[in-house]
């Protein structure tokens, strides 16, 4: 079962979500300093801020140094501040290892937290050697699914899909077409998930057409799918293709449901006509979701110590699993009672004493396994609305039901 939850999972990231995004110089680091007056906890944050995948990523690391700001402004953690230091690959897996090393030997890190890496293959084991705690965020990388160092804030990628497709029929849709992207075979792998897992939710999968980003037209495709009766279209690839298969489809007067997962959903949906009733699935909960205590906090903490971040391009639903991050390395840190003097040890310890935990509603019941990795169940869902996006289910998490899991697992093992 690992060696093939290893490849359904890597599916999103090959999906990735292609684009290109923030900035920073020099060797891409960035710290928020410690408060003034003691020694500080130190922790670091590693991801691909720039690179050709980056403005689906969010703003996330713009969100860590949010959090950082934010709980230092709070009192610290147990009476201590926090001293971030952010480190940009550029989705290189070589610069990634480098950095990975520089966090644990020279910045003396105790966890790398909020991770925005989409190459985590590249360090995951300097970490894991290292006895580094991986915490968040990015939780369809497979590392949060077969690494025990890695602990996932939310659902993973099987998840996702299931609860993508469950929100899709509910919305009415009867017959789903994907379009997995033909730049990668894990986007292959991504669709045939959708194929397996839509025989288990009972929406059929009746159209797959590979896609490029590329390709100048979409019309073809979009015909193809209207002749098969698809009323819900899963469209593996960026946002912004996305955008211009739903505006293509319109133009031949086909508008079926646009049907998603993890990154792609984005502000360049908001206001586009074509895209109204979309619904996604994604790790934790969704930054509409103002209804859940810790969605506040976390928007009033960006719009004071991050302004520009909720109005920009980036900000979707991967600033809450940055956020999760955070607060999840926060409550274990509290547990351990840890002090800059502790160790990563300490921090791991702090994280096997959480038990269901939710984190006041943002993310789906956590509990950590000592020796496992962590295979997150549930997800939480969101729909265009009259052209906004709003959180169903209340904002709340829902998850895969029991008598659903033999066949899932099933899928999963091949």
């Given amino acids: 079962m690992r060696r093939?939850?290893?490849?359904?999972?890597?599916?999103?990231?090959?999906?990735?979500?292609?684009?290109?995004?923030?900035?920073?110089?020099?060797?891409?680091?960035?710290?928020?300093?410690a408060a003034p007056g003691g020694a500080a906890i130190r922790i670091g944050a590693l991801g691909s801020y720039t690179g050709p995948q980056a403005p689906s990523l969010g703003a996330m690391d713009d969100t860590i140094k949010a959090w950082a700001s934010y709980t230092n402004a709070h009192g610290g953690i147990n009476g201590h501040p926090v001293q971030l230091?952010?480190?940009?690959?550029?989705?290189?897996?070589?610069?990634?290892?480098t950095f990975a090393k520089k966090l644990i030997e020279q910045d003396h890190v105790v966890a790398i937290v909020g991770s925005a890496?989409?190459?985590?293959?590249?360090w995951a084991k300097v970490a894991q050697d290292a006895g580094v705690p991986v915490i968040g965020s990015i939780d369809f990388q497979p590392e949060y699914a077969t690494n025990p160092d890695f602990f996932a804030t939310g659902g993973q990628i099987p998840a996702l899909v299931y609860?993508?497709?469950?929100?899709?029929?509910?919305a009415g849709v009867t017959k789903v077409g994907v379009l997995p992207c033909a730049e990668a075979s894990a986007c292959t792998q991504f669709a045939d998930l959708f194929t397996a897992i839509g025989k288990i939710v009972g929406l059929p999968v009746v159209f797959n057409q590979k896609i490029t980003v590329s390709q100048p037209s979409y019309q073809a495709v979009c015909l193809a799918a209207k002749d098969k009766g698809v009323d819900g279209l899963a469209t593996l690839e960026n946002d912004t293709t996305v955008v211009k298969v739903a505006n293509q489809c319109a133009q031949q007067g086909y508008r079926p449901i646009q049907i998603n997962v993890a990154a792609t959903a984005g502000s360049a949906w908001v206001g586009e006509t074509n895209l109204e009733g979309a619904v996604s699935a994604h790790s934790d909960a969704v930054p509409s979701a103002d209804q859940v205590p810790e969605i506040k906090i976390m928007n009033a903490a960006l719009d004071q110590y991050a302004p520009g971040v909720r109005t920009g391009a980036q900000y979707n639903v991967l600033d809450s699993s940055a956020w999760a991050g955070g607060q999840l390395f926060k409550l274990?840190?509290?547990?351990?009672?840890?002090?800059?003097?502790?160790?990563?040890?300490?921090?791991?310890?702090?994280?096997?004493?959480?038990?269901?935990?939710?984190?006041?509603?943002?993310?789906?019941p956590l509990t950590y396994t000592e020796g496992k990795a962590a295979f997150v169940t549930c997800w939480f869902t969101q729909q265009i609305k009259n052209g906004k996006f709003t959180a169903l289910d209340n904002g709340t998490a829902q998850c895969i039901p029991a008598s659903d899991m033999p066949a899932v697992l099933q899928v999963l093992a091949g």
């Fill in 85 to 97: 230091t952010v480190y940009d690959d550029q989705n290189d897996p070589i610069q990634a290892k």
């Fill in 332 to 364: 274990a840190a509290e547990n351990a009672k840890l002090t800059p003097t502790s160790t990563p040890a300490d921090v791991i310890v702090g994280l096997y004493q959480l038990k269901d935990e939710t984190l006041s509603g943002l993310t789906p």
């Fill in 4 to 33: 093939s939850m290893l490849v359904t999972v890597g599916a999103a990231a090959a999906l990735g979500l292609l684009v290109a995004g923030c900035g920073s110089s020099g060797d891409g680091s960035a710290g928020t300093g």
């Fill in 163 to 170: 609860g993508a497709l469950k929100a899709a029929k509910t």
């Fill in 117 to 122: 890496s989409l190459v985590t293959d590249g």
